[in-house]
């Protein structure tokens, strides 16, 4: 007999899978960008990429009110949701029909593509966007002009995930970085998605 605080066989086996697909995308990231500066992080152009994606994961994982689905779903959509943009790895072979359909929904040509076609798609992809522009937001001194446009951009997502999913750590995180005074721009190129 198991007690209150031992792992259970179905809790065992998420870990484990979890930690397998952290580690492809870890991977694809670092070997199989499809340009260089898709491998790091553009504020010190050194940081592993991939810890964006595994950020996502674990925050939304971290969302103790939403439903097991969209949390254990999305978070797997969030490890995955740059691999079909950033790198030429495509998706392992054994992403569900489910967690594709996120990965395929969330993948647009490039920010500007996104921020016109995104609010058609449902409130779980406007939500697994949210994760990903608030962790944008988090390394964003090299952002330049477009910030501003940014910051309305996940506001605007905000507000749609309190809406639909009531008041969620991201949507906490994401106010109150959207309100902080911007720090000093620092030179850097590229496209955040």
């Known amino acids: 007999m198991r007690t209150r605080f031992e792992a259970n066989p179905e809790t065992v086996a998420e870990a484990a899978s979890l930690a397998s697909l ?3 995308v870890m991977n694809a ?3 199989k960008a499809r340009k260089p500066f898709n491998a790091v992080r553009l504020w010190d ?5 991939g810890i964006h ?5 674990m925050t939304i994982l971290a969302e103790t009110t939403l439903p097991e689905v969209v949390r254990q779903n999305g978070a797997k959509a969030l490890l995955l949701h740059d691999i079909l943009e950033d790198t030429r790895a495509g998706l392992p072979e054994d992403t569900s029909p489910e967690v594709r359909a996120l990965v395929e929904d969330m993948t647009f040509e490039g920010l500007a593509d996104e921020q016109k076609n995104v609010w058609d798609k449902s409130p779980v992809i406007l939500l697994l966007k949210l994760y990903d522009k608030v962790s944008n937001l988090f390394d964003a001194t090299w952002m330049t002009d477009g910030k ?4 309305e951009y996940t506001r605007k997502l905000c507000g749609i995930a309190r809406n639909n999913f009531g008041e969620l750590n991201i949507v906490r995180i994401a106010e109150a970085i959207c309100k902080q005074p911007q720090p000093p721009v620092c030179a850097g190129t590229g496209d955040p998605t």
């Open 45 to 49: 152009r050194r940081t592993p990429y």
């Open 22 to 24: 952290m580690s492809y």
């Open 148 to 151: 501003p446009l940014y910051i």
């Open 29 to 31: 990231h670092a070997t």
């Open 53 to 57: 994606p595994v950020w996502c994961a």
